[in-house]
């Protein structure tokens, strides 16, 4: 990592702790069902290593999108923190936000090797097709096979 | 040798038949007639046309060609001479193929039986009337005509019976005087080998009529014991008539006329017109004085010289002894002293002076000039004699052809025949032979098969038959012959290693053509040893097949197509291989060599080849290159799908979150 992605880093994540306190102290029961219901993500964040988060995104992006409803459900209903105990407690709402979390992490790491094996057929088959070009050239003119 | 899937051994073709000879004459091999060819064998002959009767046909020899220039003039009705009517390839005896020479039968027995010691002496009247009249008047024409008969003898003069006059045999059918015993031809004819005495002059029949004359008359000859060196020796030392009569006594005018008939210098002896009326040819004088005797003889060689001309006998008989003899100065010495010959002394210092001043001592091609340019200035009426042979100029050719003699091209070689015509000839001849010497040398020294011996043998003789073995006997003369003869030859047995061409072959093709054929014939200047022989082989035969047009020879093409094998493979691409080789194929099939040598022998297909070739090599170089840059970014193509994936993820992850927004605001 370079020292300006370093203190990139470093600077996002003060910001991040700057928005959390922010948040817990102005919205805290949003801040409470919030961090229940992402937790997988914000922990996978948290140890993601790589500087884009690449296991971390679509994790945050999908808990999110089971996080939505109750999260506007809270602040439908006032927002008060017991609110946001139950909304946090509601198993299948739980049950919802981490199973999103889970898929998102299995995408993310099945994804690449998928995208892997396409390309590598891809390639497979244009060698192929250059080595049957290689070998019509060496049948018809005698042009002596590629040294190993 | 294997045989057909049957088992049974193929029939092989018949050999082909001949045609009539001139389109007349067909020869009988079934009917001989012993002792009528004057030493060569002899069958009946028949005129197709019915105008002609008691024919023969002479058989020649393959080594002895019969007179080119003879056969090639017309001689019209020439009394007292079985003339030659025609001449051409023929079967006879057993089938064997053979050239024969037609001409009349002799109209009766030869006048000295073959093997007969003796006979029944003529008388002298006999002999005038019946054999040196008629014979002159016969020699006369000849010699009007431009000819000379050379083969005068008693085994070769016939006559129908006692009282009729004698007529000269056909000799024909062997180069001049090949057969002549060495007694019934002039000194210096019969030391030359018999296949190099040249035309010769009539002086050289006139010789031979009063040899035969003196053996009639005496009924035997004294000389049939006697080697022909021997006799040649005594007739050089003791002069004809006293060498070859010995002791036995002839009547005084016939005595007299066999002297001058016999006189060692041909301007003397007289002309056939002259000897028309014998008593005129007897009371002619002989002009030359004697040579001069030394006192004491000069060994050479084992030979004991007495005057200059055994003198010159003995070193053309051993011309490294004479050549050591002359540059040691004992010659010298001895024709000053003994025979006291000064100036023949002095000529002989100049060709002493070149030889010290153009080579070295052991120069052994200077000592055989030297040898010769000795015996020229020691007897101007000697042949040309070199390394130990003699010749005449004009009989070269022909010696060649009859003798494996290795002094013949040694002689062309060093050009011998201007050295020999410059100190003997008249200028515009010494001119003529030093030209046609350079000619000849040029043509020996020709590298490869369209040069050499073969190639000079063959120019020298026209009628002298290609030798190469290929041709199984086949009597191939004229080279319009030589492809169907050839094709004829490979049909029935196929040569194992597909060389149709050989050394003799490409030598006769080379002699026998008019100059079109040169460019086809230098790249045999190498033989056959280059790759394309097959090729070449096709073209060369391919050209005359046109040039005759000989019809298909799908034998010949055959071989050459298999031979040209390698040829073939030479094509880098395989499908224009194939194609060839289908192309070439049906081209064989239909013995086309001209289609075949198109198929194979194609430059501009060959250029355009070589350049698809260098694109092939550059194309799989760069799918070389292509496939190893693509292997190479393996590592790279990994951390490109890993990001894909993790961004198709996140992608995904976004997409929901849209959706849920979407839903969350919908209500």
């Known amino acids: 990592m370079s020292g300006v992605a370093a203190r990139r880093r470093g600077s996002g994540g003060w910001l991040l702790g700057a928005g959390a306190g922010a948040l817990a102290t102005l919205a805290t029961s949003t801040a409470l069902l919030g961090g229940v219901l992402l937790a997988p993500a914000l922990t996978a964040w948290a140890l993601d290593p790589s500087p884009q988060r690449d296991l971390a995104r679509p994790m945050l992006f999908c808990g999110l999108a089971a996080a939505l409803g109750p999260l506007v459900a809270l602040w439908s209903g006032g927002g008060g923190i017991a609110a946001g105990w139950a909304l946090a407690g509601d198993l299948p709402t739980l049950g919802l936000a981490w199973g999103a979390q889970a898929a998102a992490w299995l995408v993310a790491e099945v994804a690449p090797l998928l995208v892997e094996l396409v390309l590598a057929a891809r390639l497979g088959r244009r060698i192929a097709r250059l080595r049957a070009e290689r070998m019509r050239l060496e049948e018809e003119w005698g042009v002596p096979p590629p040294a190993t | ?667």
């Open chain 2, 1 to 667: 040798m294997s045989g057909t899937p049957s088992g049974r051994t193929p029939t092989l073709p018949a050999p082909p038949a001949f045609p009539p000879i001139d389109g007349r004459f067909v020869v009988d091999g079934t009917r001989p007639l012993p002792g009528a060819g004057g030493g060569l064998p002899s069958f009946v002959a028949e005129d197709r046309t019915g105008r002609l009767a008691g024919l023969m046909a002479v058989e020649t020899r393959p080594d002895a060609l019969p007179r080119a220039a003879t056969l090639g003039t017309p001689l019209g009705d020439l009394a007292g001479v079985l003339v030659p009517l025609a001449h051409g390839p023929a079967r006879g005896q057993e089938g064997r193929a053979d050239w024969f020479v037609v001409c009349p039968a002799p109209p009766g027995p030869a006048l000295w039986p073959e093997e007969a010691g003796s006979i029944a002496p003529w008388t002298e009247a006999d002999l005038l009337r019946l054999l040196i009249v008629p014979v002159a008047a016969a020699l006369e024409a000849m010699r009007l005509r431009g000819l000379t008969h050379r083969a005068i003898r008693p085994g070769n003069l016939f006559r129908a019976d006692a009282a009729a006059p004698v007529v000269l045999g056909c000799a024909w059918a062997t180069p001049p005087a090949y057969l002549q015993p060495a007694a019934f031809e002039p000194p210096y004819a019969a030391m030359c080998l018999p296949g190099g005495r040249g035309e010769g002059s009539v002086a050289d029949d006139i010789y031979a009529l009063g040899v035969t004359a003196l053996a009639l008359a005496l009924g035997r000859m004294p000389w049939a014991a006697l080697p022909g060196e021997e006799v040649i020796h005594r007739v050089l030392v003791y002069g004809g008539v006293a060498a070859l009569a010995g002791e036995a006594r002839l009547p005084g005018s016939l005595a007299d006329l066999l002297r001058v008939m016999l006189a060692e210098d041909p301007g003397q002896r007289p002309p056939p017109d002259l000897l028309r009326t014998p008593l005129a040819a007897a009371s002619r004088r002989i002009g030359t004085r004697p040579p001069r005797r030394a006192q004491r003889a000069l060994s050479v060689g084992g030979i004991a010289a007495w005057d200059a001309r055994t003198l010159a006998y003995a070193i053309a008989r051993d011309p490294a002894a004479g050549a050591r003899v002359l540059r040691s100065g004992l010659a010298d010495h001895w024709l000053r002293r003994s025979v006291d010959d000064g100036s023949l002394a002095v000529r002989l210092e100049e060709p002493l002076q070149r030889r010290q001043n153009e080579a070295g001592a052991d120069d052994a091609g200077a000592d055989a000039l030297l040898a010769l340019r000795a015996v020229a200035l020691l007897d101007p009426l000697a042949p040309l004699c070199w390394g130990g042979v003699a010749v005449w100029p004009d009989g070269l050719g022909t010696a060649l052809a009859a003798h494996d003699a290795p002094q013949l091209p040694a002689l062309v070689r060093e050009e011998a025949t201007a050295a020999f015509a410059a100190l003997r000839g008249p200028v515009e001849e010494a001119a003529r032979l030093r030209q046609e010497a350079r000619a000849r040398r040029a043509l020996l020294e020709r590298r490869g098969w369209a040069g050499g011996p073969a190639r000079l043998r063959y120019a020298l003789n026209p009628l002298l038959p290609c030798r190469s073995r290929t041709l199984s006997g086949a009597q191939v003369v004229r080279l319009a012959d030589l492809v169907p003869a050839l094709e004829a030859a490979v049909a029935r047995r196929r040569p194992t290693d597909g060389a149709v061409l050989d050394a003799e072959l490409v030598a006769f093709i080379a002699a026998r053509q008019d100059g079109a054929l040169e460019s086809l014939l230098a790249p045999f200047a190498d033989g056959m040893g280059s790759p394309r022989a097959a090729v070449m082989a096709a073209r060369l035969l391919g050209r005359l097949q046109a040039a005759f047009a000989t019809g298909p020879l799908p034998a010949l093409a055959g071989v050459l197509a298999e031979a040209a094998r390698p040829d073939l493979d030479s094509w880098r691409s395989r499908s224009r291989r194939a194609e060839k080789a289908e192309r070439l194929a049906q081209a064989a099939a239909g013995g086309d060599l001209a289609a075949m040598v198109a198929v194979l022998d194609d430059p501009a297909t060959r250029a355009a080849e070589a350049a698809e070739w260098q694109e092939a090599q550059a194309a799989a170089a760069a799918i070389d290159a292509r496939i190893a840059a693509l292997v190479a970014g393996d590592a790279a193509r990994t951390a490109t799908a890993r990001a894909l994936g993790r961004e198709i993820a996140a992608g995904l992850g976004l997409a929901a979150l849209a959706a849920s927004g979407v839903a969350v605001l919908l209500g």
